[in-house]
């Protein structure tokens, strides 16, 4: 038994990477994949994994979702439901020490306290769910801008762990539609702003340490979201990166939001908080 406990546990630390990115688009649908002009993500699907069948929690609305992806559980337990919701709408099963739902931010900061630890933002009400006395550095910045200061300060700081959050196709899906020219061509720009944070962690030098992943909250349907469609439910899901199978389709896999913050915990060599009931996808790597 003690033998095979430990190979149990070296071939979980295969999967660890020194760094780990989230890139998140918000209100990006799985719908849209085929149809969009998005080179680099596809690219991205070509030599990583992917799948169009990431389910959201209920309701499909931002701040559920989002902590969902950064605290490996549904609004049923961390409390966030609403759409914009800045404090949990339903008390939370624990809080921690900073006062909010464990997050793995806060994981990583208390296993270790010299990590540089980051979230770049556009809408601010990402503030509310990362736990920002866990991280280094947060910053709410235009979306004109979130793209060179996520270059930025990937090459300074060669962080262990970063998010950078774009809050469209969102606005797009509000405004336009969903499924519309407009929102195909916010992807398209999206798009070449994720080309160039790729580069950016290859120019650091850091890209063959690193796992990227690309993903979403929810989708949309018309000139909105919240409800049960699949085009409001399913998102993208993308792991790029060191040890990733390449061109792997895991859409037979059941997968969650919450599944999201368990896989980023792994790569991290992160022991999982017990209310946390996400699964790593360990099958994406090799």
């Known amino acids: 038994m003690a033998v ?5 546990a070296c071939t979980k630390k295969s999967h660890q990477v020194e760094h780990v990115f989230f ?14 002009d998005m080179t680099n993500t596809k690219q991205m699907m070509a030599d990583g994994a992917w799948t169009l069948k990431k389910r959201t929690v209920l309701p499909s609305h931002s701040a559920a979702n989002w902590a969902s992806m950064f605290m490996g559980v549904g ?39 010299d990590a540089e630890i980051g979230c770049l ?21 235009p979306q004109e801008d979130l793209c060179e200061a996520s270059k930025a ?18 606005h797009v899906g509000h405004a336009a539609g969903h499924d519309t020219p407009e929102y195909y061509k916010k992807l398209k720009q999206l798009d070449g702003w994720i080309g160039e944070i790729l580069k950016a962690i290859e120019e650091a030098g850091i890209m063959d340490k690193s796992v990227i992943i690309l993903t ?14 699949m085009m409001e439910m399913e998102t993208p ?45 360990d099958q994406v790597f090799e």
């Not at 792997?248 to 980023?264: G, K, P």
Request: glycine share 10%.
């Open 237 to 281: 899901l993308i792991i790029y990166g060191k040890g990733v199978k390449k061109g792997y389709c895991f859409d037979d896999l059941s997968v969650m939001e919450y599944d999201v913050a368990s896989t980023m915990a792994s790569l991290l060599g992160l022991e999982q908080p017990q209310p946390w009931f996400g699964r790593s996808l």
């Open 75 to 113: 609004p049923e337990v961390h409390g966030f439901y609403e759409c914009c919701s800045k404090t949990p709408d339903l008390e939370p099963r624990l809080t921690y020490k900073n006062g909010i739902f464990p997050t793995v931010f806060q994981l990583l900061r208390d296993k270790e306290p």
């Open 121 to 141: 933002f556009e809408w601010s009400g990402i503030k509310y769910l990362i736990d920002t006395m866990s991280v280094n550095h947060y910053a709410q910045i």
């Open 216 to 229: 979403s909250d929810h989708g949309g349907i018309d000139h909105g979201h919240g409800g049960r469609t």
């Open 153 to 170: 300060y990937i090459k300074e700081k060669k962080p262990r762990l970063a998010a950078f959050i774009y809050d469209d196709p969102d």
């Open 23 to 36: 890139i998140g688009l918000d209100g990006w649908g799985a719908y849209s994949v085929e149809n969009s």
């Open 4 to 8: 095979l406990l430990a190979m149990t």
